[in-house]
């Protein structure tokens, strides 16, 4: 069962990589929801404070990472959005 | 540490309803990304098998609800965009 969970961990943390690539290459992020990402990253904060609090490395580690791709996203879509 | 991580898991959860509501209200879905939703999707089924592998009830519930929520986007990405 860790297997899986490590496999689910992987695939959810390292799906935010296309999208964060997607938002910088268009530079048109209109169609993502603002208040998806600030609840998102704010979820995923909570997370993290979790792991620290159970001490598990696994859950530190995986949503740190997902942390930084969803405040990039959140960024680029703040800018861009300011923009057009 | 349960009640943050509650609040960790409904707000990542819910934070899917605003994205879901925005790409069915414009129907245009070209700014969000088809490989992260594959991904994500993916991904958020192998925490409901490790869920019910650890016979975890909150980390089924929660990985359910983002799972039916993530495949929805993923649908209507698709149906919206063969259609442009």
Same mark, same amino acid.
């Given at each position: 069962m860790n297997a899986v969970g490590s496999v689910a961990a992987a695939c959810t943390t390292v799906s935010f990589v296309p999208q964060l690539m997607r938002v910088w290459q =268009?530079?048109?992020? =209109?169609?993502?929801s603002l208040s998806m990402f600030l609840l998102f990253s704010f979820g995923v904060a909570c997370w993290l404070v979790y792991g620290v609090g159970i001490r598990s490395g696994p859950v530190i580690a995986a949503n740190a990472i997902t942390l930084l791709l969803a405040l990039a996203i959140l960024a680029l879509k703040v800018r861009y959005d300011r923009r057009s």
């Open positions: =268009r530079k048109s992020p =209109r169609d993502i």
